[in-house]
């Protein structure tokens, strides 16, 4: 079997990704790739079992920053204390207790009347663009939406909000590759080293005075699970912050694009409400808003005929596996009644993302309210993608009204 | 010196330097598992390179490569290139 040449992820475009990841599944499904310095696994039954498989850990990047830092005479501090409470945080023992407060502080969120606050924040976007007669539902609907929810969790102040939302998007490309070059990491270093000191600053004034908002309760369950000092913990709210800004953003922007983009798709949900949870699993499955996860196995694990050691990183393409003919019928259609298995738009197993059930709900409460917009059409030169891969928002989706 | 040997150069002075060999064994049909080194030394080599010759490098341009001949051959046009936007500049 001849060996692909190309680099799966540097071309990994929105319009070339569907051919890939089909080549991929169809002739190499489980594929080390000396470009990345991973295996790369595409097929939903091997995705899936890695996922929940007892022995996988997500991809330590912290000790590979460590190694560069040390050979390379860099100074990476605030990066490597990011990436190593992205570690602590998925791996045991602090991944217990790690999460089971996260999980806690944002059920917080529903006692902060997030629905009706969140809710008047759209209407107030899309009056905005209404009145203009137009609307850009990356950067002007997308983005202040998940901005604002994760913002109000926190309890960070409105005006901080643009300033930490841009550090998040710069932050967030440390997701982007296994193996990133030095002048990538030195940004990414100063990206986290702002965001850190933020969260420390943060979490220093809810001590001294707390309120009712995430960051204080954060800083009380912390205490009593984890007993962790205050940087540790800013490590934990970063990445927190930047996990759930930059791909909820994604999510619903992409998801007002498979919307505008599908008449026939949009009639329907206009007919019958009740349809968009449905509507709105399959729009993030045909998105998958992050499109790979990296993790390691503790053991050596035989995988279509590959061997892949302990240790090895490993990338599951996601956004390939959400789209496995095998697993989901007509996969690149939304289909509302599908009866398939469980998407991994969220991943699976024991590191499923925290925040799906945060995300499905600002998902389906933006797409709700542009139902309500019959008017509202995709203008010709839209859409515009970034250049990223993985984690890769709209930049732009610019729509009209009338 | 063409800059491909200015590469080759540049290429066995590093690997000599990090390994702590002699740099006449550094043969160039070799690549960095020959020498023990890893995707952490390719980084910081393409580190340096960067800032030596004043272009950008995708790691994973590195990592196609079998062998630091081929390396060579892949970076010489854009160091030309860049060479040539310096010039005009």
């Given at each position: 079997?001849?060996?692909?040449?190309?680099?799966?992820?540097?071309?990994?475009?929105?319009?070339?990704?569907?051919?890939?990841?089909?080549?991929?599944?169809?002739?190499?499904?489980?594929?080390?790739?000396?470009v990345l310095a991973a295996w790369v696994l595409t097929r939903y039954a091997d995705v899936s079992t890695i996922?929940?498989?007892?022995?996988?850990?997500?991809?330590?990047?912290?000790?590979?920053?460590?190694?560069?830092?040390?050979?390379?005479?860099?100074?990476?501090?605030?990066?490597?204390?990011?990436?190593?409470?992205?570690?602590?945080?998925?791996?045991?023992?602090?991944?217990?207790?790690?999460?089971?407060?996260?999980?806690?502080?944002?059920?917080?969120?529903?006692?902060?009347?997030?629905?009706?606050?969140?809710?008047?924040?759209?209407?107030?976007?899309?009056?905005?663009?209404?009145?203009?007669?137009?609307?850009?539902?990356?950067?002007?609907?997308?983005?202040?939406?998940?901005?604002?929810?994760?913002?109000?969790?926190?309890?960070?102040?409105?005006?901080?909000?643009?300033?930490?939302?841009?550090?998040?998007?710069?932050?967030?490309?440390?997701?982007?590759?296994?193996?990133?070059?030095?002048?990538?990491?030195?940004?990414?270093?100063?990206?986290?080293?702002?965001?850190?000191?933020?969260?420390?600053?943060?979490?220093?004034?809810?001590?001294?005075?707390?309120?009712?908002?995430?960051?204080?309760?954060?800083?009380?369950?912390?205490?009593?699970?984890?007993?962790?000092?205050?940087?540790?913990?800013?490590?934990?709210?970063?990445?927190?912050?930047?996990?759930?800004?930059?791909?909820?953003?994604?999510?619903?922007?992409?998801?007002?694009?498979?919307?505008?983009?599908?008449?026939?798709?949009?009639?329907?949900?206009?007919?019958?409400?009740?349809?968009?949870?449905?509507?709105?699993?399959?729009?993030?499955?045909?998105?998958?808003?992050?499109?790979?996860?990296?993790?390691?196995?503790?053991?050596?694990?035989?995988?279509?005929?590959?061997?892949?050691?302990?240790g090895e990183p490993i990338v599951l393409m996601l956004g390939a596996a959400n789209r496995d003919p095998a697993?989901?019928?007509?996969?690149?259609?939304?289909?509302?009644?599908?009866?398939?298995?469980?998407?991994?738009?969220?991943?699976?197993?024991?590191?499923?993302?925290?925040?799906?059930?945060?995300?499905?709900?600002?998902?389906?409460?933006?797409?709700?309210?542009?139902?309500?917009?019959?008017?509202?059409?995709?203008?010709?030169?839209?859409?515009?993608?970034?250049?990223?891969?993985?984690?890769?928002?709209?930049?732009?989706?610019?729509?009209?009204?009338? | 010196?063409?800059?491909?040997?200015?590469?080759?150069?540049?290429?066995?002075?590093?690997?000599?330097?990090?390994?702590?060999?002699?740099?006449?064994?550094?043969?160039?049909?070799?690549?960095?598992?020959?020498?023990?080194?890893?995707?952490?030394?390719?980084?910081?080599?393409?580190?340096?390179?960067?800032?030596?010759?004043?272009?950008?490098?995708?790691?994973?341009?590195?990592?196609?490569?079998?062998?630091?001949?081929?390396?060579?051959?892949?970076?010489?046009?854009?160091?030309?290139?860049?060479?040539?936007?310096?010039?005009?500049?």
């Amino acid at each position: 079997m001849p060996a692909l040449s190309y680099d799966p992820l540097s071309e990994l475009g929105p319009a070339s990704r569907g051919r890939i990841y089909a080549e991929l599944r169809e002739r190499m499904p489980v594929y080390k790739s000396s470009v990345l310095a991973a295996w790369v696994l595409t097929r939903y039954a091997d995705v899936s079992t890695i996922l929940r498989h007892p022995d996988a850990l997500a991809f330590e990047l912290a000790s590979f920053l460590r190694a560069l830092s040390q050979r390379g005479n860099l100074d990476l501090t605030s990066l490597i204390e990011f990436c190593s409470s992205i570690s602590l945080l998925t791996r045991p023992p602090r991944h217990e207790p790690v999460r089971r407060m996260l999980t806690q502080a944002l059920g917080r969120i529903w006692r902060m009347n997030l629905p009706e606050r969140l809710e008047l924040h759209a209407d107030q976007l899309l009056a905005s663009g209404e009145r203009q007669g137009v609307i850009d539902l990356a950067a002007g609907y997308g983005c202040p939406l998940a901005l604002f929810v994760i913002g109000t969790f926190f309890g960070v102040p409105e005006d901080d909000l643009r300033e930490l939302g841009a550090l998040a998007r710069d932050l967030i490309t440390v997701f982007e590759r296994v193996v990133p070059s030095v002048s990538t990491v030195i940004k990414l270093d100063k990206a986290a080293a702002a965001l850190i000191e933020y969260f420390v600053r943060l979490i220093a004034s809810r001590r001294q005075n707390s309120g009712d908002d995430g960051t204080s309760l954060i800083v009380r369950l912390a205490d009593e699970y984890l007993g962790c000092s205050d940087q540790e913990l800013a490590g934990y709210c970063t990445f927190f912050f930047v996990a759930a800004e930059e791909t909820t953003a994604s999510a619903i922007s992409g998801a007002a694009l498979i919307l505008l983009q599908r008449q026939s798709l949009r009639a329907r949900l206009s007919h019958d409400p009740s349809q968009l949870p449905n509507a709105v699993g399959e729009m993030l499955r045909l998105l998958t808003p992050v499109q790979w996860v990296a993790r390691q196995l503790r053991i050596d694990v035989s995988l279509e005929g590959q061997l892949i050691r302990a240790g090895e990183p490993i990338v599951l393409m996601l956004g390939a596996a959400n789209r496995d003919p095998a697993a989901f019928s007509n996969p690149d259609e939304p289909v509302l009644d599908r009866n398939g298995p469980e998407s991994l738009v969220f991943a699976a197993g024991p590191y499923r993302c925290i925040g799906a059930q945060l995300a499905t709900f600002e998902v389906e409460l933006a797409i709700r309210k542009l139902l309500e917009k019959p008017h509202i059409r995709l203008s010709s030169d839209s859409p515009v993608w970034t250049d990223r891969r993985n984690i890769a928002p709209l930049l732009q989706l610019q729509a009209c009204f009338g | 010196m063409t800059t491909e040997e200015t590469l080759a150069e540049w290429v066995r002075d590093h690997v000599a330097k990090v390994r702590d060999v002699v740099r006449e064994s550094i043969t160039l049909d070799q690549w960095f598992s020959s020498y023990g080194l890893d995707s952490v030394d390719a980084v910081v080599m393409a580190g340096e390179l960067e800032e030596d010759f004043g272009i950008e490098i995708d790691p994973a341009r590195f990592l196609a490569c079998d062998s630091f001949g081929q390396l060579i051959t892949t970076l010489a046009p854009d160091i030309d290139k860049a060479g040539e936007r310096r010039v005009r500049s």
